[in-house]
């Protein structure tokens, strides 16, 4: 479709129809906010024919600009996938709302009384690339969570979003609560994401979901907050003392079972003094998977056919079964290479030494830090959150898998009776 | 002093050094920190001597500059001033260190265990003006949270923050921490500043204290996550049912007890049904003090003499005797004109209409809302954090006075035995 010319004030009256509605939506009562979820599970599986059209012109435009079959798998929904969609949106009912939780309080010496008690961020931008469940995914996260969202989601998926934002404001407008809480800036491009990434005055926080590029390139341009997710550079550690069993499966796990999320292994450091003893059982089950290995001297010694590992390969995140190995001569040095190359999401030692363990868990300043377990544990649903904002891999506000409360800010209410400070 | 020519290579050594110490003061126990405060406070004593020469050089260059007499005191330092600086050190060692609590934890139905633990942010920038307590007040809230500090001081302290500066590194390192988590830009002033903004490589947060325009300024220019603090239009509303008694001395209390800071009042709003009953009373009142009212054509009904208030004025942070007064017809349209005018610090109402104090308390978006007190009340000391890094206006991270805790961030520890995904 063609853009329109750029008209910053048609952009800014919907940014200001978000915060306009992340108003009445931080009053909104639980039983209001679920009633709007159930509206818009019921009203997708509804329009699921409209949805799947629009989404077969994104198709087709994707085909003929040769996207990879990869992202075209990503952009695509059939009636499955948006009946999953659906029942994800009910899902998210069962979730405790966050909103008007009180962290803390007290009644202070004066008598005057503090309460901080959480509400919702306000007007939360999401910017992400050609996969439209994320669309309904943050839009529901952030309507639970009180907040109007602005979507940003990539020109790939632009037919499909317009007919889901639709679906999106359709059902919260039938449920009294202001359509304006859902807001698209996707007929604007790269215009209207830039506009968005700049707007202080409306935007209290932007979540970039995609890839390092996609996060980068928001992080170097945006003046809103922004909180960087995902990114997953994901090390593992095979320390000297690493149980040969717990070695090849978790190594294996971390790897394979789903090469192409931020949580899955990109790169394997082993102690010089397990190389003998473990490292031959771990590649034998990697290459039987499939695995492509790069691998430094080495570890060549031991697969004389593996491709010889780069320094730009370990500052990838290759989202592929290509996995690098190094062989590193103690703990210091398998510390040092995560510290220079790792993206702080997650990283896992395999050890049998509580010492080095525990220096593991000290000294790696990642998200997510392991002893003995797959990285692929730091996601949303198996911390138990119900639902995944996203991975956040920064250190302000919220660090790792990030749920509900994570959408949301504080107050502190103070109750006095004609209190005056001494 | 004159700069030295701009060199980034040494300013990404210093940040680089900070950084560095940041993995050593990460785990540091509380005792080592607490032995290095406890040298920061006899030293300041015993070196005060060096820092009132110094002191006096910057006042002297101040002086012939033209600072107010106001920047000449907050830049001021004198034996009783650093005595007291030293005492607020002491003060410090009592405070719980934050490090190492766990925030929560559980164990997944995998039987893989998750806690999530506070950790430090690494490396805290601070970007202030001319008032050289800030330094060690900064330096060592960010020691005892296990943070390492760049500090960018403001020109007009630069010999001062010198000296202090050299007091905390030598103090660091005669209890065996790295003297670089301490580190300056000042040298390099504006180049030095920007320069600091812009590292994301090294720092964690940025957190200027000072001016509106400073924190603008930050804002606008910083690569670096920024914890926006302080400036305060900060609104008073009296209800039409307020108390005259109370609205007489929260608003003369708001007002005067400490005009220069972030959370003295700046605009007073009053029902139009309370301008007869209280007005007349709470303006005496803030008249005796010497407070100069700008007001709107219907407060100038009852005081002529009142300067016209403008839509500047209602913008404004005076930070002296100065305060707005308007007429509401309603509280909508006190509210309308506080998300109109608020920087979203404090907002209090006096009221004796529970319907209205509840609805004030939902609707105003700002870091602390209150029902009849004094909006002095919004402080760090008063809400018993013991020291405060700033008043965060912002909505990630965190809202309101920041204590130790708000320097840090957190960090999953999963511990499993060979546990996989399944």
């Known amino acids: 479709m063609l853009q329109p010319d750029f008209d910053s004030t048609v952009i800014d009256a919907r940014l200001a129809a978000a915060k306009e509605a992340s108003y009445r939506l931080a009053r909104a009562t639980t039983a209001e906010k679920d009633a709007a979820l159930e509206r818009i599970a019921s009203d997708l599986r509804a329009r699921a024919d409209e949805v799947i059209a629009a989404n077969r012109l994104d198709l087709e435009a994707g085909r003929s600009s040769g996207l990879t079959t990869g992202l075209l798998d990503r952009l695509a929904l059939d009636e499955g996938r948006i009946d999953a969609l659906a029942a994800a949106v009910l899902e998210v009912i069962s979730l405790t709302d966050p909103v008007g939780e009180t962290l803390t309080g007290r009644t202070l010496p004066s008598g005057v009384r503090i309460d901080q008690i959480r509400v919702p ?13 994320v669309t309904i995914d943050i839009a529901v996260l952030a309507l639970k969570s009180g907040n109007a969202v602005v979507l940003r989601g990539g020109s790939a998926a632009e037919q499909t979003n317009r007919v889901l934002v639709d679906v999106l404001r359709g059902a919260i407008d039938a449920v009294g609560l202001p359509a304006g809480a859902v807001q698209t800036v ?3 491009g790269r215009a209207g994401a830039r506009h968005l990434m700049q707007a202080r005055d409306y935007v209290d926080v932007l979540i970039p979901r995609g890839s390092a590029g996609l996060i980068r390139a928001v992080v170097d341009e945006a003046r ?5 997710t995902g990114a997953g550079v994901v090390h593992m550690f095979l320390d ?3 149980p040969e069993q717990w070695a090849v499966e978790l190594v294996h796990n971390a790897k394979v079972q789903r090469p192409s999320v931020c949580n899955a292994l990109e790169t394997l450091l082993v102690h010089r003094d397990a190389v003998d003893r473990v490292l031959p059982a771990v590649l034998d089950r990697l290459e039987a998977s499939g695995v492509t290995i790069h691998a430094d001297e080495r570890v060549r010694a031991l697969r004389p056919e593996a491709l010889p590992v780069t320094d730009e390969d370990f500052a990838t995140e290759h989202m592929s079964l290509d996995l690098s190995v190094a062989v590193v001569d103690s703990i210091d040095d398998a510390l040092a290479h ?12 395999v050890t ?12 790696v300043d990642s998200a997510a830090v392991m002893v003995n377990a797959s990285t692929r544990f730091t996601d949303g649903a198996e911390f138990g959150f119900g639902a995944e904002v996203g991975i956040s891999t920064q250190k302000l506000h919220a660090r790792g898998p990030m749920g509900l409360p994570e959408l949301t800010s504080t107050k502190w209410i103070v109750r006095g009776a004609g209190h005056v400070r001494a």
């Open 186 to 188: 996707d007929d604007y």
């Open 224 to 228: 809103v907050p922004v909180i960087e």
């Open 338 to 349: 995560i510290r220079t190359f790792s993206t702080r999401h997650t990283e896992s030692i």
């Open 121 to 133: 961020l306000g007007v939360v931008g999401a910017i992400y690339e050609a996969r439209p469940n």
């Open 352 to 363: 049998n030494d509580l010492a080095n363990a525990e220096r593991f868990l000290n000294e």
């Open 240 to 242: 000297a003392s690493a």
